[in-house]
């Protein structure tokens, strides 16, 4: 997980910002749940100062999206994917939630296109991307109704036939995160959910939580990868990326 992306919280079916914020999964749907839009400091400060924790192998993507083609990343940050795609000549775009983040991606790659998109619908036309990218936007989701949404605006953007690579922390069994679940499972009627030290709320899933969440918005799972990444605050956690692919009407 990182903090590129900014833990605002979407409200239900209303607007949801380009978060990322995260909450479980597990028993089922999750109690709605809203974000202070003054947490947003905390995240802006953190994903500055902060190395991306969820590493991206373009490899993965040149299997099943030639160079020349328009990808997204949603929940870009500072832009390095966005940067390293360009340089693999892909057309690469970035989206993300918090302005100081696309700001100083912006300064980093002058002339990559960065948009600040602090609420959803994002502003692009329906199927204008080849593939797009979601690395760890939903942990920072706490609620299920943010989550479809995030998934429900990929699945448009996203042509049919067109891809989604999707890196995320699932629930994790060592014993510090099960007493932080268990600490935190009444305050938020589900396990997985649980604050960090800033006080941010994140979401770990189980891995069929979003499996699930794909097939419902029409992408289908051609690949799945499992390895170890550092979160934010320095901590080792395992993540599952997932590459799916747009379903075709």
């Given at each position: 997980?990182?903090?590129?992306?900014?833990?605002?919280?979407?409200?239900?079916?209303?607007?949801?910002?380009?978060?990322?914020?995260?909450?479980?999964?597990?028993a089922g749907t999750v109690r709605a749940m809203t974000m202070p839009r003054e947490r947003l400091g905390s995240w802006e400060t953190a994903g500055t100062a902060t190395t991306d924790s969820h590493p991206f192998d373009p490899a993965a993507l040149r299997a099943h999206v030639p160079p020349g083609a328009r990808v997204l990343d949603h929940g870009c940050g500072r832009?390095?994917?966005?940067?390293?795609?360009?340089?693999?000549?892909?057309?690469?775009?970035?989206?993300?939630?918090?302005?100081e983040l696309v700001e100083a991606g912006r300064r980093a790659h002058p002339g990559l296109p960065l948009t600040h998109c602090p609420e959803l619908p994002l502003p692009f036309e329906d199927g204008r991307y080849a593939a797009a990218l979601l690395f760890g936007v939903l942990s920072r989701v706490p609620d299920d109704a943010g989550q479809r949404a995030v998934l429900g605006e990929l699945a448009r953007v996203v042509r049919p036939g067109g891809l989604l690579h999707l890196s995320?922390?699932?629930?994790?069994?060592?014993?510090?995160?099960r007493a932080r679940y268990a600490a935190y499972e009444d305050e938020f009627g589900a396990y997985g959910v649980f604050r960090t030290e800033d006080g941010t709320?994140?979401?770990?899933?189980?891995?069929?939580?979003l499996r699930r969440l794909l097939r419902m918005?029409?992408?289908?799972?051609?690949?799945e990868r499992t390895?170890?990444?550092?979160?934010?605050?320095?901590h080792p956690v395992r993540r599952?990326?997932?590459?799916?692919?747009?379903?075709?009407?």
């Open positions: 997980m990182h903090g590129r992306f900014s833990a605002v919280l979407a409200r239900a079916a209303m607007h949801v910002p380009c978060i990322r914020a995260s909450a479980p999964p597990c832009g390095g994917r966005v940067a390293a795609l360009a340089a693999l000549g892909y057309a690469a775009e970035g989206a993300d939630g918090s302005r995320d922390a699932p629930l994790q069994t060592d014993p510090r995160a709320v994140v979401r770990h899933h189980e891995p069929e939580h918005h029409g992408f289908a799972v051609a690949e390895d170890a990444v550092g979160t934010l605050h320095g599952v990326q997932l590459i799916a692919r747009r379903e075709t009407a």
